[in-house]
Structure formats: C-alpha cells, structure tokens
C-alpha cells in the first residue's frame, strides 16, 4: 500500500548513432604581444576639500540636529510626565471615593 513506484526506463527507440571522433589539432602559437605600460590607478575615494563655508554649513547642520532631536527627546519626557501625573490624580480621587465609602458603611 505504501510502497514506493519506482518508474522503470523504455528501451531507446530509434537509431542510434556512434559517437563522433574528435581529431586532434595542431596548435600554432601566435606572435607574443608585450603587456601594457602600468597606469597609474585612480584614488579609491575623491578627496574633501573643506572650505570655511562648508565647515560653516557643517556647523549650522550638526547645530540644528541636536536642536531637533533635543526638542523630540524634550517633548517625549513632558508626555510621560504628565500622564504620570494624572495617573497619580485619578488613583488618588479613585482612593478618595473607596475611603469616604467605607467611612459610610
């Protein structure tokens, strides 16, 4: 039942022909060329050239990433501040009306 069917291969059909016969063939040398002249390679990476206005620009970049991040970073921790600040609220009005309520009982 759960036996592999291995499939068996026809017999070839047709003609068959015999292999062809490769000669071998004489092999000329050609006339010897002599290698190029060494060029000189090129610089892997271009050079900077940092001018007063680029070094400026630079400065006035790198100034305002930090301002950016700094304002994100800033504006996350008030976020957190404040819900912790109305989470203690809210536990504190939650904990004032239990109380009173079992002040009544």
Excluded: F, W, Y
Excluded at 34 to 43: G, L, N, R, W
Aim: with cysteine.
């Amino acid at each position: 039942m759960l036996r592999p069917k291995i499939p068996t291969n026809p017999t070839p059909a047709g003609h068959l022909r015999p292999p062809v016969v490769v000669e071998p063939t004489a092999v000329v040398p050609s006339v010897q060329v002599p290698p190029p002249a060494p060029v000189a390679p090129a610089p892997s990476r271009p050079t900077v050239q940092l001018t007063p206005g680029t070094a400026l620009a630079l400065v006035g970049v790198g100034t305002a990433v930090v301002l950016v991040v700094g304002a994100v970073l800033v504006s996350m921790l008030l976020a957190v501040a404040i819900t912790a600040a109305s989470v203690a609220v809210c536990a504190l009005v939650i904990r004032s009306l239990v109380h009173t309520d079992a002040k009544r009982r």
